[in-house]
Structure formats: C-alpha cells, structure tokens
C-alpha cells in the first residue's frame, strides 16, 4: 500500500491549508486511516483518525475545532483541513494506514503504511 500525502506549505498565523492523502489500495489491512506531525525534535503525534466505513472521526484534543478529516472513499482519499492554524502546529505531516481496534488509533504503532510526509509551516 503506498500512500500520498500532499498539500503542505508556508501559511501565516489564522490562515488555512487542506492536505490530502490517497491510498493505491485498500485492504484488510488498511480499515483505519490517520494523520500524524512531528516537530523538529519532538515525538510524532496524533492528530486525527477515521475508519473507511464509518462517519466517525477522532481528534486530539490540540485540533478539535480547527481541524476536520473527511474521506472520499472511491478516491480511496483522505483530507485535512487545517484552518485557524497556529506557530505550534508547524511540523511534518504523515498519514498512514493500519488496522487497529477502535481505542488505538490515536497510536502510531498500529499503523502498518505510513506516506513520506509534507511539511506545514506556520509563521506568527
């Protein structure tokens, strides 16, 4: 499964920026997709998650109300639109697929595919 992640760029404090994410298939393996960052020397983090087949989606708590993921299944894509952003929310982000029960999708470790990131810098 490969995954492409796009979307990334330079955007001033309270601006907006919406990544994507398409999958080359899916598979049994792949049920649950999700976006993670990682700051210049910090652990990678959750920031959202949803399952192919469901119109739940999770959020950390950093995001909640300025982030929203949403899917096109026969796209077999995923998007992250990120408004209102912060300074901290500048970091790399990834998505990745994996097939974890519902309580650990906020974990990388189930997350068996993960894209080559695309960068999002917020300046103040």
């Known amino acids: 499964v490969r995954l492409q992640a796009s979307g990334g760029g330079l955007v001033q404090a309270g601006g907006s920026l919406r990544l994507s994410c398409a999958a080359s298939?899916?598979?049994?393996?792949?049920?649950?997709i999700g976006w993670f960052r990682q700051a210049p020397g910090k652990e990678r983090e959750f920031v959202a998650a949803l399952r192919w087949s469901s119109d739940n989606v999770y959020y950390a708590d950093s995001v909640k109300g300025r982030f929203t993921m949403s899917r096109d299944n026969p796209k077999r894509t995923v998007y992250l639109q990120m408004n209102s952003l912060k300074p901290e929310d500048t970091a790399v982000y990834y998505c990745?697929?994996?097939?974890?029960?519902?309580?650990?999708?906020?974990?990388?470790?189930?997350?068996?595919?993960w894209g080559q990131g695309t960068q999002v810098t917020v300046s103040s």
């Open positions: 298939r899916l598979t049994v393996n792949t049920r649950n």
């Open positions: 990745a697929v994996g097939n974890g029960i519902l309580s650990s999708l906020s974990s990388a470790d189930q997350y068996h595919y």
